[in-house]
């Protein structure tokens, strides 16, 4: 599988990573992550992306990558470590959580930590990023990042402290493609790319109940991309080489609970990037249909 340099990190990052959201709220057997783990790092996938409040996602995949420890990166977040709703920047609380996610990836330090999404105020106070750093100079992580969209990545990517950004980059949220992706080329940043499927919102008949999906569901339908239309396999790797073709990003992280989708994903990017006028007509279309209201999607 092809590497890429992950900004001014050492890691070599594999273009397909694995986004660790999916195998926490959807509670997957730990029988199962260990399948779909093991045969991820048996193709060479090496990027493995969890976070605090991904409900038991840290702990299923450290059991399922023991003794397989140095065949990836590990990257975690904090903020949010007694759930999603009940967010926590004290530094003490950020602290406490990285030291808990050792415990539960089973690791002593884990390759990178990231702010999971505070606010650009929480950010221009600061304490949260020095709270990163000291865990970083404990040794609790290799390098530290900023994972969230808008003003505040932007900023995050101003301020010169983080290594990589995580934001959200697919056929439906384009917005970093402008707002933080130069910049952060420029300033030699890792980028990571999040809900690079934009979750496969197009598969919804109708609205879908569930919240997080409905805003990539609704511009799809306005975007109406004539690929949408293909077979859900062949539409499913556009929208992925899309993501990985867009300059600056050096990894896309897809969620998937099942072993035979990331197969299948990783089958798509032999493909490599989408060629030029491919990707000048998605770009044209957001550019003529895109609201300003469009923002990127935490
Ligand atoms: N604020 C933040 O920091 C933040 C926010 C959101 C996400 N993230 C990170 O980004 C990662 C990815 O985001 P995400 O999971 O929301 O979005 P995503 O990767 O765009 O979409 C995941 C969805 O795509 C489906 N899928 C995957 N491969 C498929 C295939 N070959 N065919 C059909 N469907 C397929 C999955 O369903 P199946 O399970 O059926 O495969 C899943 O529902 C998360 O796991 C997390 O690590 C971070």
């Not at 959807?26 to 093991?38: D, H, I, S, Y």
């Not at 997080?212 to 949408?228: G, I």
Request: proline share 3%.
């Amino acid at each position: 599988m092809e590497r890429r340099g992950l900004g001014r990190t050492d890691m070599g990052a594999s273009v397909l990573g694995f986004g660790g959201s999916e195998i926490g709220y959807q509670q997957v057997a730990a029988r199962t992550v260990a399948r779909l783990l093991g045969s991820a790092l048996d193709a060479g996938l090496n990027v493995i992306d969890t976070a605090e409040c991904y409900e038991d996602s840290e702990v299923l995949i450290g059991q399922a990558i023991r003794g397989r420890r140095n065949e990836c990166y590990l990257f975690t977040k904090c903020g949010h470590a007694r759930g999603w709703d009940r967010e926590d920047w004290r530094p003490a609380s950020l602290l406490a959580s990285i030291e808990r996610s050792l415990r539960r990836l089973q690791t002593d330090h884990v390759d990178l930590v990231q702010l999971h999404s505070c606010s650009l105020a929480e950010l221009q106070r600061g304490e949260v990023i020095a709270a990163l750093e000291q865990a970083r100079e404990r040794g609790w992580t290799r390098y530290i990042g900023y994972s969230g969209d808008g003003e505040a990545a932007r900023y995050a990517v101003e301020c010169g402290r983080f290594d990589t950004l995580q934001t959200s980059v697919s056929i439906a949220d384009q917005e970093a493609l402008e707002l933080t992706l130069p910049l952060a080329r420029e300033r030699r940043m890792g980028v990571i790319a999040k809900r690079p499927l934009a979750n496969v919102a197009w598969r919804y008949g109708r609205k879908p109940a569930e919240g997080y999906y409905q805003a990539y569901w609704a511009r799809l339908r306005a975007l109406d991309y004539p690929f949408l239309r293909e077979a859900r396999e062949r539409a499913v790797a556009t929208a992925l080489r899309f993501t990985l073709t867009v300059p600056g990003v050096h990894t896309a992280i897809v969620g998937t609970t099942k072993p035979e989708h990331w197969q299948q994903n990783a089958a798509m990017l032999a493909g490599g990037r989408l060629p030029g006028p491919d990707f000048a007509q998605i770009r044209a279309r957001w550019r003529g249909v895109a609201e300003p209201s469009w923002v990127g999607q935490i």
